[in-house]
């Protein structure tokens, strides 16, 4: 079985994957199928850059436990995508003491195949480049990923598989953090859908801006990236991609479990 594990920098998700998990060609399957095929469970826990190796294999034997699958036994890859330089150490000392044998990390000199078009592929996240392997894999080029995670990132592939680039926005989370810190008589609010775009309360107030604001900066990138790449394929991932989805122009398709998906690939490209 393959434990691929997401680290972000609020939390961490990691999927556990069959044996016969595998994905087909492309195209073989409904889209939606094809991210959960043989995904057999998923865990998402607060990103922790102290947690030692230690640590991390004691939650993990004890997320298996509850499906009874051995932690000695069953794991035989692990593969990590890992934006917490910290987290992804503890990660690799877990991976080589407890299952002797080193980790597919997505990193320089990692088999990903995709090319990385930017002027320093080192600093694209291994998240971004997880997203877009996977979001090629199921849709082909060229296409855009847009995560919505501690920050909201844009990315592009080409028709030919390229990964070309994209954009990083605040996230969400972030920006109505900003508004709580800095704005004295406002509070934090929960992210539902107001009733209406004209807010009768402050509450519903800042809930429209957050949900419509960011619904526009999708529409208005995605407008703007279309101008550069023709027609495209637009695709949403992270924790907030389906409260923000259904009220943009530009979403075509939401994937939650995306980059789990692309680090499945690159597993394989490199076993």
């Avoid at 023709?230 to 389906?242: K, P, Q, S, Y």
Wanted: charged residues 20%.
């Amino acid at each position: 079985m393959l434990l691929a594990a997401d680290v972000g920098n609020t939390q961490t998700l990691i999927g556990l994957f069959g044996d016969d998990g595998m994905p087909g060609p492309t195209g073989s399957d409904p889209a939606r199928s094809r991210c959960e095929e043989g995904l057999l469970d998923h865990w998402r826990i607060h990103t922790n850059g102290r947690r030692t190796s230690d640590e991390y294999a004691l939650q993990i034997q004890e997320f298996l436990g509850f499906h009874g699958f051995s932690f000695d036994d069953d794991i035989d890859g692990i593969a990590i995508a890992s934006v917490v330089p910290s987290v992804t150490a503890a990660l690799r000392d877990m991976t080589v003491k407890y299952f002797g044998f080193k980790p597919v990390v997505i990193e320089a000199g990692v088999k990903t195949g995709m090319p990385i078009l930017t002027e320093n592929p080192r600093e694209v996240g291994a998240d971004r480049i997880a997203n877009a392997v996977g979001a090629a894999d199921i849709y082909g080029g060229p296409i855009v990923v847009i995560d919505f995670g501690t920050a909201t990132t844009y990315d592009a592939v080409s028709a030919k598989g390229e990964y070309l680039g994209g954009v990083i926005a605040p996230g969400m989370e972030i920006s109505l953090d900003a508004l709580y810190t800095r704005a004295a008589a406002l509070r934090r609010v929960e992210l539902v859908e107001p009733r209406s775009v004209i807010g009768r309360t402050t509450v519903e107030s800042i809930q429209a801006g957050a949900l419509f604001g960011f619904a526009g900066q999708v529409d208005g990138i995605c407008r703007r990236m279309t101008e550069e790449l023709g027609d495209l394929t637009v695709v949403a991932t992270g924790g907030l991609a389906e409260w923000v989805a259904p009220h943009t122009t530009s979403i075509e398709h939401i994937e939650p479990w995306l980059t789990l998906h692309g680090l499945r690939l690159v597993f394989a490209r490199n076993s």
